[in-house]
C-alpha cells in the first residue's frame, strides 16, 4: 500500500497537476490542523499555517500534504519549536540552512513554511529519476543528504521510522475531508 502512495505522490510531483484545487486544499490542511485540537495555536495560526503550506508548495511545486505531514512530524505544528539539536520551527530547520533558504526569522510561520518546502524540494531534486525518490529525499530532509548518503542509503530504523510517519501522516491527510466540503 505504501509503495502505491509513494508511486502516485511521484507521479503527481511530476505532472505538476498538484494544484488544481488550491483553495479546497488549503481548507482541507486547516481542517486537519483544527482537527488536533493545538492549545498553542490560535485559529489564526492554523490559517496562516494553511495558507502558508500550500502557497510555497505550489512555488516549489511539491504537493502541499506532504509538506503537511512533514511539518506534522517535525513541529507538530509548533512555530516555536525548538528541538535538542537547535532546529527550529515549523519545519524544524537548522541555523546553517537559514542563509539559502533566506530564513532570518526561523519562528515566522511564513518564512519556516517557505524554508521547508523549499528544503524538501532541494531533497526531491538530489534524488530525481531515482525510484526511492520521495523515501530519500525525506530521509535526507531528517539526516542531511550528505549524512544519508555517508550511511549509504541504508536506512536504520529511526530513519525508517521518520519516513513512514510521514507516509502514513500524508495518507491520512490526503483522505481528510474539510470541514466546509464534508
Given at each position: 500500500m505504501k509503495k502505491e502512495i509513494l508511486c502516485a505522490l511521484m507521479v503527481a510531483i511530476a505532472s505538476g497537476k498538484l494544484f488544481a484545487h488550491q483553495d479546497q486544499r488549503q481548507e482541507i490542511i486547516k481542517s486537519f490542523i483544527t482537527s488536533l485540537q493545538l492549545p498553542y495555536l490560535s485559529q489564526e495560526q492554523v490559517?496562516?499555517?494553511?495558507?502558508?503550506?500550500?502557497?510555497?508548495?505550489k512555488e516549489a511545486s511539491i504537493d502541499p500534504f506532504l509538506v503537511t505531514a512533514l511539518i506534522y512530524r517535525e513541529s507538530t505544528f509548533n512555530p516555536n519549536a525548538v528541538s535538542a539539536t537547535g532546529a527550529?520551527?515549523?519545519?524544524?530547520?537548522?541555523?546553517?540552512?537559514?542563509?539559502?533558504?533566506?530564513?532570518?526569522?526561523?519562528?515566522?510561520?511564513?518564512?519556516?513554511?517557505?524554508?521547508?518546502?523549499?528544503?524538501?524540494?532541494?531533497?526531491?531534486?538530489l534524488w530525481n529519476n531515482h525510484p526511492k525518490q520521495v523515501e530519500y529525499a525525506l530521509a535526507s530532509y531528517f539526516k542531511g543528504h550528505n549524512g544519508f548518503k555517508r550511511d549509504g542509503c541504508v536506512m536504520d530504523q529511526k530513519t525508517a521510522n521518520y519516513v513512514n510517519n510521514i507516509v502514513d501522516k500524508?495518507?491520512?491527510?490526503?483522505?481528510?475531508?474539510?470541514?466546509?466540503?464534508?
Open positions: 490559517g496562516h499555517i494553511a495558507q502558508s503550506i500550500v502557497r510555497y508548495a527550529q520551527g515549523l519545519g524544524q530547520i537548522k541555523s546553517m540552512n537559514f542563509p539559502d533558504l533566506e530564513i532570518t526569522d526561523a519562528f515566522d510561520i511564513a518564512q519556516n513554511a517557505k524554508g521547508t518546502a523549499q528544503y524538501l524540494k532541494k531533497m526531491l531534486l500524508y495518507q491520512e491527510v490526503r483522505g481528510f475531508k474539510s470541514v466546509t466540503n464534508s
